[in-house]
């Protein structure tokens, strides 16, 4: 097939050149965003009377063909063609005539593959949105029917305070939350269009670029042609996000690994997201957490290859910069695919309560509780400190907890200790007095509820 350029060579491409240099095998899947990009550049050039409207009409019949042919798997894209531009300019040319040579007017390769890329990340960035979203009610619907679910919270992997699961999911609200805000950020930083930036330097062509950006959805036209056609700051950020996502996913997956082990036995995780052992017929196995784990690592390698392959391109575009599409892909499909199976996984998930809260009475997550006593005693904090150290030594020793202690054992470590103690050190008033906002008390959290399910509700994707 001739080549768009290839009226500057006599000589033909070495085969394997060729191939190296050509996309089409992974750039086919903006198949819809190259031809969208060409109904509004088609659009505008008629409109700027650069081309009749009996052109126009022509040339937007064949591309309408085209799509629907495509999507309905009537037309085969054609891996000889070096790129989707190509195809649909050939194909284009095939099925009307010479008037879809006009096609390209006013327009480079480098301006439209610039346009399709950021149509279709844009695209992505509301999809993955979606995803978040979804995942957040079901964290949300696993709060509310978890608000009095006590567990054991750590620090260092060490049990250390008493919280409740729907405090404890509530901590991965927030990060997926945060995700979702950076992908607001992210849509509305990258939402500019960079069709009639030309290859580099503009177009001689009167080209009304705010109606073109327009019909494409955008807020406006991209203010400088150099920079619009080698710009991939707006993917470098989605990879980014993708991996914070991906960071988030992991360390929620470690803990359910972690709960689902049989020492913990916090959480079964649904026979649907597990697999068993080709030898060992007992296992049950938490593979999708692992391999979404796993794919963490994908992820992170396609945001590092972009940053490389990024930093040392002088302006303006150079042939490197098509190695942003492949491991993009992937990294979104990745992305996109643990997100769904991670939600499906949570909503299936049973919890085995009564394990959480015999797990949290043990490990003396209720020291610091007995400290507090201590403080509202009128004993120094630091003091307060010394002496239930002491009472845990003398636990450990005696392989018991405070609140199983006897009055004269608790007094003959401190005189402050009352027979109120036990209500204070009990698990029930560990958690419920603790009421500031971001606490697991009922009343705290039953008010930051609150906050999410209007957030969840509202039509923005900005912070509730």
């Not at 919280?163 to 939402?191: P, S, V």
């Amino acid at each position: 097939m001739a080549q768009l350029w290839g009226g500057r060579f006599v000589g033909e491409t070495d085969k394997t050149a060729y191939d190296f240099n050509a996309s089409i095998g992974f750039d086919k899947r903006l198949f819809q965003e190259d031809i969208e990009g060409s109904i509004a550049h088609v659009t505008m050039l008629a409109r700027q009377g650069i081309l009749t409207a009996g052109e126009r009409d022509a040339i937007l019949g064949g591309l309408e063909k085209i799509r629907e042919d495509i999507t309905a798997g009537k037309l085969e894209i054609d891996h000889t063609c070096e790129d989707i531009h190509s195809f649909v300019e050939a194909h284009l040319i095939g099925l009307i005539g010479d008037i879809g040579k006009k096609l390209h007017t006013g327009r480079s390769r480098n301006d439209q593959v610039a346009l399709d890329m950021r149509l279709y990340t844009r695209k992505r960035v509301l999809g993955t949105d979606a995803l978040l979203k979804e995942l957040l009610r079901v964290l949300l619907a696993v709060m509310e029917e978890n608000i009095a679910t006590c567990m054991p919270g750590f620090t260092h992997l060490q049990k250390a305070q008493p919280i409740t699961l729907a405090h404890h999911y509530g901590a991965y609200f927030e990060m997926f939350k945060r995700d979702r805000q950076r992908m607001t950020d992210i849509y509305n930083r990258m939402n500019y269009c960079p069709l009639g930036a030309g290859a580099l330097a503009g177009t001689t062509y009167p080209l009304d670029r705010a109606y073109t950006a327009s019909l494409l959805g955008f807020a406006g036209p991209t203010l400088n042609s150099m920079d619009s056609v080698s710009d991939r700051d707006y993917l470098i950020e989605f990879l980014s996000a993708l991996s914070t996502v991906m960071m988030h996913l992991s360390r929620f997956c470690e803990e359910i690994i972690i709960w689902n082990s049989n020492e913990y036995q916090f959480v079964e995780i649904d026979d649907a997201y597990s697999t068993g052992s080709s030898i060992m017929p007992q296992k049950k196995n938490p593979d999708i957490a692992e391999l979404v784990r796993g794919k963490t690592g994908r992820v992170y390698g396609a945001l590092l290859a972009l940053l490389t392959t990024m930093k040392g391109i002088p302006l303006a575009y150079n042939k490197d910069m098509q190695e942003d599409k492949e491991l993009s892909f992937d990294a979104m499909d990745t992305a996109d695919n643990c997100l769904v199976l991670f939600t499906g996984m949570l909503r299936t998930m049973k919890f085995r309560r009564e394990r959480m809260e015999s797990s949290a009475m043990k490990g003396f997550t209720n020291a610091t509780d007995a400290a507090d006593y201590l403080v509202g005693k009128g004993v120094p904090f630091r003091d307060a400190h010394g002496i239930v150290g002491r009472l845990v030594l003398y636990c450990v020793e005696k392989d018991t907890s405070i609140e199983k202690l006897s009055l004269n054992e608790l007094q003959s470590v401190s005189e402050y200790f009352q027979e109120d103690i036990y209500d204070a050190v009990s698990l029930k008033t560990c958690v419920e007095k603790r009421l500031t906002l971001g606490a697991p008390g009922p009343d705290a959290m039953r008010a930051v509820m609150e906050i999410h399910r209007a957030y969840l509700a509202g039509d923005s994707r900005e912070s509730g």
